[in-house]
């Protein structure tokens, strides 16, 4: 079975915000993760930078928001 732990990088730290994650929906605003037993965890002005299988992460990090200005 493959479960993801999900990280989440933002000015330059790390920090894990779920730990076996099931499903990994990307959206127009932002990811949408989901496991067996929780409620899905919506993370707005994200996106995926990486997912490492041999390791079972995913990698997000905060959106450039000056882009869409």
């Known amino acids: 079975m493959c479960q993801l ?3 989440v990088e933002r ?4 920090e894990t915000v779920m730990e076996s994650v ?7 605003d932002g ?3 989901s ?3 929780e409620e899905p965890l919506t993370l707005r002005g994200v996106r995926v930078r ?3 299988l041999l390791n079972g992460s995913i990698l997000l990090m905060e959106q450039n928001t000056d882009r869409d200005k």
């Open 22 to 28: 099931t499903v990994v929906d990307v959206t127009a």
């Open 50 to 52: 990486s997912v490492d």
């Open 5 to 7: 732990k999900a990280v």
């Open 31 to 33: 990811v949408i993760l």
């Open 11 to 14: 000015q330059g730290s790390r």
């Open 35 to 37: 496991t067996y037993f």
